[in-house]
């Protein structure tokens, strides 16, 4: 299965909304997670099951989706929400796969 | 408080072998499924192995399959992974992680540079 994300880019302003696409290319039904990367750090789980949002993830923070479209949506942006965003499958264990990922720049 | 801390890497020539091991804190370590994960320049983030939590049942990914293993102790509560006959595109940054398909909790990664 092949992820794809858009854009590969998207700079938005504070408090403003970022909205991000991620595709797969067969179905995955909501076996989906997204990360967020901060520059020098490890990837951080901030949902799964495509809509379900991890320990500490605030509520502004959300995911949608099913089969082979999502989105992630953070709303009220801060600083701390700059990085890059990755989309993971987890339809057929173990042959997960990444997207290529969404720099967000704040 | 859970933690995960990667060791191993370093600079090594191609066809040469390393060994990363992971070291975890804060959890029960034999009541979870654990995974290492790599992320390099070609290929962005890229899932390499798993191993069950009583070790029972491995998998690793095709494009290490025959050089790449993966191991564990519950008695120390480690992760290890022996990779022999590397490429330059093996060249990355290389986490373990927790979850059985979701990566819970990575750890902060080992740098691993193949090159002559």
């Known amino acids: 299965v092949i992820m794809t994300q858009s854009p590969a880019t998207l700079s938005v302003s504070l408090g403003e909304r970022a909205t991000l696409s991620c595709r797969a290319s067969?179905?995955?039904?909501?076996?989906l997670a997204w990360y967020q990367q901060r520059p020098g750090q490890a990837p951080r789980l901030l949902i799964f099951?495509?809509?379900a949002r991890a320990t500490d993830i605030p509520a502004r923070i959300s995911g949608s989706g099913s089969g082979t479209n999502f989105t992630l949506t953070v709303s009220g942006l801060q600083s701390e929400d700059s990085g890059v965003y990755f989309c993971?499958?987890?339809?057929?264990?173990?042959?997960?796969?990444f997207g290529g990922g969404t720099k967000v720049e704040i | 408080q859970v933690i995960l801390v990667e060791s191993g890497g370093g600079a090594v020539q191609p066809g040469g072998s390393l060994r990363l091991s992971c070291w975890t804190s804060?959890?029960?370590?034999?009541?979870?499924?654990m995974h290492w994960l790599r992320q390099t320049p070609g290929k962005g983030l890229e899932w390499v192995a798993v191993?069950?939590?009583?070790?029972?049942?491995?998998s690793v990914a095709e494009t290490v399959k025959g050089r790449f293993n993966i191991s564990r102790d519950n008695s120390k509560g480690t992760l290890d992974l022996q990779m022999n006959s590397l490429s330059a595109e093996d060249t990355g940054v290389y986490y373990c992680?927790?979850?059985?398909?979701?990566?819970?909790?990575w750890g902060q990664g080992t740098l691993v540079t193949v090159t002559s």
């Open positions: 992680a927790r979850g059985i398909s979701r990566f819970e909790y």
């Open positions: 804060g959890f029960r370590f034999n009541n979870y499924v």
């Open positions: 191993i069950w939590n009583d070790g029972s049942k491995v």
């Open positions: 067969h179905n995955v039904n909501t076996n």
């Open positions: 099951n495509a809509y």
């Open positions: 993971q499958h987890y339809n057929k264990w173990p042959q997960y796969t």
